[in-house]
């Protein structure tokens, strides 16, 4: 028996329906990314956080009565020209504060997303930048590989092109080589299978100030970008190794518990981080096995006197890693730049990337710059 295109199309409402609803919401969440990924709710979580998104209802197609409409016929003046708008629908609209409105507004639901579907979403298209081939290659990312084709499968693993070709040689077998009545014989589904790749390894320093002028917005900020850093280099690469350090005037490697939690105060000496780090680099992660990603977050308030000695360090940890990071948090609409700011604008290398965030929804866009992809920089 064979099955029409109309009647697999029917067979399949049920799933294009769910696809629709699936990319209504990813629309949704991908409009509001910068404020989601900033949500206090989803950073101060357990990670088994449920995010609710509102999403705009979705309707049938159907034919439906307008009873608001006076002039139903369909035939023109004959003033027209090409070009003219003949009808246009009117839009839902915005009450004035303090009247009730009218007008027929649209209907939103809060759907509900996964901490894993959220992270897929944001970390889709990042990378760590200018990833290098080492001597040792310990670190595996998981991908996926189509292995086989088989006649029989669930439908998302339809592979379009082979059931196409498959028709149209049946058809062609009767002296009609061409694409119609699709039969069950005709569909091809693709077979895949979870596989582990190796690739080189990798160390990340996450460098925090928590000194006394870090306030809380400063260290919520700071804080909110490294709980999606983690999360990401752990979706996306096991084996990673991440280095915490806090910084005041005094640096120290801390866990990842106490980094994320402890608070400190005191003043800021900025320099005290990048010594820390390398001497970790130096102790423990040899830059001819291991890629190093150091990344620092402080709200610039540095000893004046010290600027001078960070450039040096920044140019020195450079010469041995991947890129250097440097995040400055200034809160509100305080945007000039600190005197380390200032001090790093004598730097000249394609390495070293900077942000300034001065609001929560800037925190995604900080995240996309740092591990976006980009042209591989030469080693020195």
Avoid at 53 to 77: A, C, K
Avoid at 320 to 335: D, K, L, T
Wanted: net charge neutral; charged share 30%.
């Amino acid at each position: 028996m064979s099955v029409s295109q109309h009647d697999w199309s029917l067979h399949r409402k049920g799933q294009i329906d769910q696809e629709r609803h699936k990319e209504k919401i990813r629309d949704a969440i991908k409009k509001n990314l910068g404020e989601i990924v900033s949500e206090e709710n989803i950073i101060l979580s357990d990670g088994k956080k449920v995010v609710r998104v509102p999403v705009r209802s979705l309707d049938e197609y159907r034919f439906r009565f307008d009873p608001g409409r006076q002039t139903h016929s369909g035939q023109g003046n004959g003033k027209s020209k090409v070009g003219d708008v003949v009808a246009q629908e009117p839009r839902p609209g915005k009450g004035k504060k303090g009247d009730a409105g009218k007008d027929a507004g649209y209907d939103y639901y809060e759907a509900e997303v996964s901490m894993e579907e959220l992270a897929a979403l944001i970390f889709e298209d990042l990378s760590l930048p200018n990833l290098e081939e080492k001597h040792q290659q310990e670190m595996e990312t998981e991908a996926v590989r189509f292995t086989d084709v088989r006649k029989k499968g669930p439908m998302p693993n339809l592979d379009k092109k082979r059931t196409i070709m498959e028709n149209i040689k049946r058809n062609a077998s009767k002296g009609e080589a061409r694409f119609k009545d699709i039969k069950s014989e005709d569909l091809r589904f693709k077979v895949w299978e979870p596989t582990i790749k190796f690739q080189s390894n990798a160390v990340v320093l996450a460098m925090m100030d928590v000194s006394g002028s870090m306030g809380e917005f400063e260290k919520y900020i700071a804080r909110s970008f490294y709980f999606w850093m983690v999360r990401f280099l752990r979706t996306r690469y096991n084996n990673v190794h991440i280095v915490f350090i806090s910084h005041h005037t005094e640096a120290k490697e801390v866990t990842e518990e106490e980094f994320f939690h402890k608070g400190e105060s005191g003043g800021t000496q900025v320099s005290s981080a990048y010594e820390l780090a390398l001497q970790i680099i130096q102790e423990r992660y040899n830059p001819n096995d291991w890629n190093i990603y150091p990344f620092h977050f402080s709200d610039g308030d540095n000893l004046p006197w010290d600027n001078d000695r960070c450039v040096q360090l920044v140019n020195k940890l450079m010469e041995q890693c991947n890129i250097f990071g440097y995040g400055e948090i200034r809160e509100g609409h305080y945007r000039s730049p600190s005197t380390l700011m200032s001090a790093y604008g004598k730097i000249n290398d394609k390495k070293f990337t900077a942000v300034t965030i001065s609001d929560k929804k800037e925190v995604y866009p900080a995240l996309r710059k740092f591990f976006a992809q980009r042209e591989p920089v030469p080693s020195r």
